[in-house]
């Protein structure tokens, strides 16, 4: 019996320290920012001045240039004139353009800072009974092993 009460106290006493304290787990929230940056510029691009001019005899004339052609038509005191653009004439401007991906990655700590706040909050009655409980069986625990090796020594 006496083995029993020895045994059933240190079990007691072990698992008073295996459930006496314990870390909270905290999940981790990881927050992935995805942005896209894009970078466009428009310029401006000034043309190549042309200009030409023709003095014929005749009652036709015909002008032209990497852009447009011009012809001019004298008929019965009638001047024609007409100006087209050539179908392939295109003015090409280089456009820089490029995209920026930016992907950031933020994990915070998986444990927060201790803040200690001091709260006074009176005790209920379970909880100064389970303390009074604690301390009586801390106290017979002690009485215990101090009358246990007292006995061994005499």
Request: with cysteine.
């Amino acid at each position: 019996m006496k083995q029993l009460i020895v045994i059933f106290t240190l079990i007691l006493v072990v698992s008073a320290f295996c459930i006496g304290c314990r870390t909270k787990y905290i999940p981790v929230e990881i927050k992935i920012t995805d942005s896209t940056v894009v970078h466009d510029t428009t310029f401006n691009e000034r043309l190549i001045p042309y200009r030409d001019s023709v003095s014929i005899k005749d009652t036709f004339s015909f002008l032209t240039n990497p852009y447009a052609y011009s012809w001019a038509v004298w008929d019965n005191g009638i001047l024609h004139h007409s100006l087209g653009i050539w179908p392939g004439a295109v003015l090409v401007v280089r456009v820089p353009y490029y995209t920026e991906r930016i992907k950031r990655i933020e994990v915070p700590v998986p444990y927060p800072e201790e803040k200690i706040i001091q709260v006074e909050k009176e005790l209920n009655w379970w909880q100064r009974l389970r303390i009074w409980i604690g301390n009586i069986v801390l106290l017979g625990i002690g009485i215990y092993g101090v009358t246990w090796l007292i006995k061994r020594k005499i």
